[in-house]
């Protein structure tokens, strides 16, 4: 399927809805709503004559007639999301959380630390309040002119998360952010997510993407980060919706001089994923790491983008994906590393490497290189394979069972990425998911 036209016009007729809603209060905004729907309606959805969308189809996304998501909790409480086997009472220790139910924010399930002088909420009530950096920074680093799904949430722009961490602040707990789908009916939610971190600060900031119900649904998520200069962020983009859920999201950040941005994507769930990550290293000496790994069986879909921009002299980048697939799965990974003509001295790696647990699974894996200055060094690469039969025998020879080595081998090879990260709270949960999805779901096909 190449062209998708058919469902467009469904999120126009939604679009008129929502600024029946909201009328044209608030000025910029509506503005930049109406822009943003005008140039989704130019762009329509991608097809696979696209470049960056060639082997993802998202014909189920444009073709089923999604509902906008209402303000209502569909009985979410604490109860409800601690039944979940990866809810979010790992974090009841974070400083500060927010939780949004179908992309509008519940101040029941939410929670902030004020003493830790940061500020963590309603991205609609930092509108509403008009915080300087609100109009400032917002839609200044996902440009939907060029991207029909950040067109797409720009227009439908209405809630989500806004953390602000002040000149100098740093927190020793990470923050949380929860968007909960209810999932039981076909909705579309489009929560929206700003960051911005001040000079000389540092902070861990988790994006939490979680399902109660069974039933499809749409995300279409886009975050935009900030950061100042001497500033660490690091950022966990976790995301494990049902088996029928559809997902895009588009993190885009901006560095300044001397910053460091650390990135955690994980795939674990979804029917169709699409998970864009733009970094633009617009600061001399900036730094950045984009991990992620992602696990797929059934029918599945996950594909990657990663850009990486340097910008400025004297930045270095590091990048590693790794998959692995079972069963008809699919997956795609394009990561691209630019080095402007200015970026002299640029250190920048990528890695994307996959594991093939059947002979159904498929991948493509494109990693690529722009480089426009000669003081670099730039290095990339990919892998595709199978579980290696000498380790496979190996453990076997000692009395490890062959769902056992493979379960082992497997681990290991995803644990690299999860090893990673720094919130051990993250680790632990991810590593214990991991291992049970290996343990008690799909074996291999040679096993099967």
Same mark, same amino acid.
């Given at each position: ?20 809603? !909201? ?56 109860? $409800? !999301? ?21 992309? *509008? ?7 902030? =630390?004020?003493?830790? &002088? ?18 400032? *920074? ?53 929560? $929206?997510? !700003? ?61 300044? $001089? ?15 994923? $699409? ?34 921009? *340097? ?8 990048? !590693? ?6 069963? &008809? ?23 994307? /490497? ?11 894996? /494109? ?6 200055? =000669?003081?670099?060094?730039?290095? *990339? ?6 579980? =290696? ?60």
């Amino acid at each position: 399927m190449t062209a998708v036209k058919e469902t467009p016009g469904i999120f126009l007729k939604h679009f008129a809805r929502l600024e029946e809603k !909201l009328g044209q209060n608030d000025g910029w905004l509506h503005e930049l709503r109406t822009n943003a729907i005008e140039r989704f309606a130019q762009l329509g959805f991608p097809t696979t004559r696209l470049e960056d969308w060639k082997y993802t189809n998202v014909g189920p996304i444009a073709t089923i007639p999604f509902q906008a998501a209402e303000l209502r909790w569909d009985g979410v409480t604490e109860e $409800r !999301l601690s039944e979940l086997p990866l809810a979010h009472s790992a974090f009841s220790e974070c400083c500060s959380r927010v939780v949004f139910v179908n992309g *509008h924010y519940n101040p029941q399930l939410s929670s902030a =630390d004020l003493e830790q &002088r940061i500020v963590v909420g309603s991205l609609a009530s930092a509108i509403k309040q008009k915080t300087p950096l609100v109009k400032e *920074h917002l839609a200044g680093l996902a440009s939907y002119q060029q991207q029909a799904f950040v067109a797409l949430n720009t227009a439908f722009l209405e809630d989500g998360a806004y953390i602000e961490i002040p000149k100098g602040v740093t927190t020793t707990l990470p923050i949380y952010v929860l968007f909960v789908s209810t999932a039981d009916e076909a909705i579309a939610s489009h929560p $929206r997510t !700003l960051i911005v971190a001040g000079d000389n600060s540092q902070t861990s900031i988790v994006e939490d993407y979680l399902a109660l119900g069974e039933g499809s649904y749409f995300t279409n998520a886009v975050t935009e980060i900030t950061v100042g200069e001497n500033s660490k962020i690091e950022h966990y983009t976790l995301q494990v919706e049902n088996e029928k859920a559809y997902h895009v999201s588009t993190i885009s950040a901006n560095q300044s $001089r001397a910053s460091s941005l650390t990135t955690h994507s994980v795939s674990l769930g979804g029917a169709l994923v $699409r998970n864009d990550v733009n970094v633009a290293l617009d600061g001399e000496g900036a730094e950045c790491v984009l991990n992620g790994l992602y696990i797929a069986d059934g029918s599945q879909h996950v594909d990657n983008h990663t850009v990486i921009e *340097h910008v400025q002299p004297h930045c270095a980048s590091r990048e !590693l994906y790794k998959g692995i697939l079972d069963d &008809r799965s699919s997956a795609v990974f394009n990561g691209s590393i630019i080095v402007r003509k200015d970026a002299q001295k640029t250190d920048a790696r990528q890695s994307n /490497k996959n594991l093939l647990l059947s002979e159904g699974a498929t991948i493509n894996s /494109k990693p690529q290189l722009e480089i426009n200055a =000669d003081d670099v060094k730039c290095a *990339h690469g990919t892998s595709i394979g199978h579980l =290696d039969e000498d380790s496979v025998y190996y453990l076997r020879s000692r009395g490890v069972g062959l769902a056992e080595a493979r379960t082992v081998l497997t681990y290991g090879f995803a644990n690299d990425v999860l090893n990673r990260m720094k919130v051990d709270e993250i680790r632990v949960r991810l590593e214990c998911a991991l291992l049970a999805r290996l343990s008690g779901g799909h074996a291999p096909m040679e096993e099967r």
